[in-house]
């Protein structure tokens, strides 16, 4: 376990004695320092131990110093590094701290000027920490505001977005439409510092082609016909908050070299004006749209999907997570009510709320709540009866019989949902999970972390593990093997 009095950190300098010679000098004041010849080294590390602050030298062969700035805050987004540089790569170093550097030395120096920056760097960090683990205590006990949900998959997403909400990197969410990917980002934008700063949504899938740059950046006065008056964009209204940035993958493509170089560089300009201005705003960005595809089709650049995939949320779509339907009816029937306080619906019943639990939900969290709307608007009693549902819903055929909605999927993608459908159902619990599909751990988690690993590898490997052992295969209907899955599709 660290010594909370002796702070772990990690030299890194491809001059192995000189990273040695370094953490020395940070041993002998206090610290629990450790020093590596490379930066591939560096990352096996920062992998297998915590570091609280690393000290990293820039130029350095195979993965340089701000590849490795890179993996150190994708690990752990609030832990501080200071690089070191030469004088004559000050411009790099620069490039390091508009990447997330808290500070940048030029060699030679001495160790106390290091220790004063570490100082600080891990004073701001322990801050920052206590803030959000304020902020989670409080969350636990009142709940994320408009997120319901009891699942062991949406528990976890909402932990991976409370640990990320202080991070300035572009956040992408990604899910079917009308999973809550705003009301995910809401969340987000809401846990973190910035929460009491602005939160300024644009859909561009909703706004016009020719508007849209104005309204992200912009426009001067006389910039085009009609601007009578100049107008700040929707960058400088979301400053130092939160850009959501809906139904990006639509946004067309000129548009997005644009907002490539206003993620890089941190600058906008407004339309017809000759001046940039600095952008604070954070961006976090959602699609229901598969982006790489896109990038296939050539019709979104690959350039900005990579900076935006840096801290990536995918949620899964109701029918993958039906323990959350009884919470969220409950949650909708009381809003619906509070709206409607003359309606005499006061709850749903029996029957209806088994049809309810049966349906697939093909439009999601949004069709389950205009469901509930409907009913206490139409609702003739105290209690939702099957009369009182949509026909898709109350027939109770269409109810029991499979439903197969939406595109044609490949088989890759069969497994990799019954996967991620398997462990929902079983609360989360990986080798429980693994046994029931009779695959090891290591494939399940192969499929869940959607690697591209192609559904012939993974029966390739399926093969060759039936020839090293005898298989086990489990029987039960609603755990079927993954192979068999895609043999009955």
């Known amino acids: 376990m660290t010594d909370p009095a002796r702070p772990k950190v990690l030299v890194v300098d491809d001059d192995l004695a000189l990273a040695e010679t370094i953490a020395d000098g940070l041993v002998e004041n206090g610290y629990d320092a450790t020093g590596v010849g490379s930066s591939r080294e560096a990352l096996r590390e920062l992998e297998n131990a915590e570091y609280e602050a690393v000290v990293t030298d820039l130029r350095m062969p195979g993965v340089d110093g701000l590849d490795l700035l890179a993996q150190a805050r994708r690990l752990a987004p609030q832990r501080p590094v200071i690089v070191m540089t030469a004088y004559s790569a000050v411009e790099s170093a620069i490039e390091s701290i508009r990447q997330g550097a808290y500070h940048y030395l030029t060699k030679p120096f001495k160790v106390e000027e290091l220790i004063l920056f570490l100082e600080r760097a891990l004073d701001e960090a322990r801050l920052r920490q206590e803030a959000a683990s304020l902020k989670r205590a409080l969350h636990e006990q009142t709940g994320v505001p408009g997120l319901v949900s009891r699942s ?104 997005q070299a644009k907002l490539l170089d206003a993620i890089e560089r941190g600058v906008i300009r407004a339309v017809g004006s000759d001046r940039e201005r ?116 109350a027939a109770p055929d269409a109810a029991r019989a499979p439903r197969f909605e939406g595109p044609v999927l490949s088989l890759e993608e069969l497994c990799r949902r019954y996967a991620r459908w398997a462990i929902a159902q079983l609360g989360g619990r990986k080798m429980l999970t693994a046994e029931k599909l009779d695959i090891d751990r290591k494939t399940l988690a192969r499929l869940l972390a959607d690697d591209g690993k192609t559904l012939a590898r993974f029966l390739d490997d399926r093969a060759d593990e039936a020839s090293e052992a005898g298989e086990h295969h489990e029987t039960a209907e609603t755990n079927r093997p993954l192979d068999e899955v895609a043999r009955r599709s």
């Open 278 to 393: 600095p952008a604070s705003a954070r961006i976090v960005a959602a699609t229901h749209r598969d982006l790489h595809a896109r990038v296939r089709a050539g019709t979104f650049r690959e350039d900005l999907l990579f900076r935006l995939d840096v801290l990536r949320l995918e949620i899964p779509p109701l029918r993958e997570r039906p323990e959350d339907v009884p919470a969220l009816l409950a949650h909708f029937l009381a809003q619906a009510h509070s709206r409607h306080p003359h309606s005499p619906v006061e709850r749903i019943g029996r029957e209806a709320f088994e049809r309810l639990l049966a349906h697939t939900w093909p439009g999601n969290v949004r069709e389950l709540e205009n469901t509930v709307e409907r009913a206490v608007l139409l609702g003739r009693g105290s209690e939702v009866g099957v009369s009182d549902l949509p026909t898709s819903i």
């Open 152 to 255: 062991a998959a949406m528990r976890e997403l909402v932990d991976v977005g409370l640990r990320i909400a202080d991070a300035s990197n572009p956040i992408l969410i990604v899910g079917e439409t009308g999973t809550g990917k705003g009301v995910l980002a809401r969340a987000i934008h809401a846990a973190a510092s910035r929460g009491q700063r602005a939160f300024v949504t644009v859909n561009c899938a909703a706004v016009p082609e020719h508007l849209l740059e104005s309204e992200l950046f912009g426009h001067i006065k006389g910039a085009f016909t009609g601007a009578t008056s100049g107008r700040r964009g929707l960058f400088e209204q979301a400053s130092n908050g939160t850009l959501f940035l809906d139904e990006v993958g639509d946004m067309p493509l000129v548009l």
